[in-house]
């Protein structure tokens, strides 16, 4: 690649277990003064607690980081926009059409077993093409493994590189030292970024000990999402038999893995030099989503597949003022093209709505 690696920058999100910042006022520092002295000080301490945490949650969230936000508007008040419709109920999410001037028609060219074009925010469809058939999907069994991933552990936490991480095939981060443990961090970019299977086996055999009690949690995340066509058999996606999905869970899939502030950090990322237990102390990691690699405005995510029996495989999104979109693509012939032509479909018609 020609790109050049971007340092990461800004505070990394981690799961909210504990406290996040703990103020204590000491018995002495009160003793002698007058209870509205006393107030006022009481006072100062909580403003400035307010203040420091409020820092702590934004240096959190990191540099592109995003909320989902329902904004529910009364009946009559104002023209509502797509932007601020209510999200349907999660039986609705990626099943919803979204009102017929908003629909885009695209003709696809190049194949295409299975694809959505969907609001971020609402759910609600704009375009689809059998959103329900159950297909493989490669590596877009990632997201969900980082989704238990981040449920279960820490960023901080240090993952032990078993012999079992080191011998895997298919696309790997290549590099992880076997007998070491190694940052969490740097293993959910490598997870996700150069989609690695060999994070994938690290970091389930973290969390569960084994990758079969891992699947089973993956699996146990579908039932709790509504997934319906959705089953895991692998936790990396290299496995195709048992192993699939479809559009519309992925839609489900894809807002899950933008709600937690760390994981929309990382599919937005094109490049980062992490510090790793190797030779030189870096690891250089590069997103292979086409869509970020190329720059297309305003992309921010999420992961692309590829096997034999699934086809290429892109789930893309972009924003675009208050228009957030995305697509999913299952079999496809032209990912690139074809996730372009969606989008850009998509943003005329919202524009012009």
């Known amino acids: 690649m020609s790109e050049r690696p971007e340092l990461l920058q800004g505070g990394h999100a981690r799961r909210g277990r504990g406290v996040a910042g703990r103020w204590v006022t000491g018995r002495g520092a009160m003793r002698g003064r007058g209870r509205g002295r006393a107030g006022l000080a009481l006072l100062g301490l909580v403003i400035m607690a307010g203040a420091l945490l409020g820092l702590m949650a934004a240096r959190a969230s990191g540099p592109t980081a995003v909320a989902l936000r329902d904004v529910g508007r009364s009946a009559g008040a104002h023209r509502v926009t797509a932007g601020e419709r209510s999200a349907p109920s999660p039986s609705r999410y990626g099943t919803q059409l979204a ?15 299975s694809g959505l074009l969907f609001d971020v925010r609402t759910g609600e469809v704009l375009w689809r093409l059998h959103p329900d058939r159950a297909l ?17 552990s820490r960023p901080t936490d240090q993952v032990l590189i078993t012999p079992a991480a080191v011998h895997f095939s298919g696309s790997g981060v290549g590099l992880l ?35 079969s009690r891992f699947i ?20 990396s996606g290299i496995v195709d038999r048992g192993n699939h999905s479809c559009a519309a869970d992925l839609a489900i899939l894809t807002q899950a893995v933008l709600k937690q502030p760390l994981l929309a950090q990382i599919v937005g990322t094109r490049s980062v030099v992490l510090p790793f237990p190797i030779k030189h102390g870096k690891l250089y990691l ?12 305003g992309a921010d995510g999420i992961k692309t597949g590829y096997t034999d029996a699934s086809g290429p495989c892109l789930v893309v999104t ?24 969606l989008l850009n479909a998509g943003f005329a018609k919202l524009k012009r709505a």
């Not at 989609?195 to 569960?208: E, M, P, T, W, Y």
């Open 216 to 235: 089973s949690m993956m699996n146990a995340r579908a039932a709790q999402l509504g997934l319906l066509c959705t089953h895991f058999t692998t936790v």
């Open 99 to 113: 009102p017929a001037s908003e629909r885009v028609n695209v003709s696809i060219k190049l194949g295409l077993r």
């Open 286 to 297: 590069y997103n292979n989503n086409p869509l970020l690699v190329l720059r297309y405005p």
């Open 318 to 341: 972009a924003r675009r003022g208050r228009a957030w979109l995305g697509v999913v693509l299952l079999h496809s012939g032209d990912t690139i093209d074809q996730a372009e032509r």
């Open 136 to 152: 493989a999907i490669a590596s877009l069994t990632k997201m969900m493994t980082a989704l238990v991933v981040v449920a279960h």
């Open 177 to 211: 030292p076997v007998h070491k443990r190694v940052p969490l961090l740097a293993l959910m970019y490598g997870l996700l970024l150069p989609s690695g299977n060999d994070a994938a086996i690290a970091l389930a055999q973290h969390v569960a000990g084994t990758r």
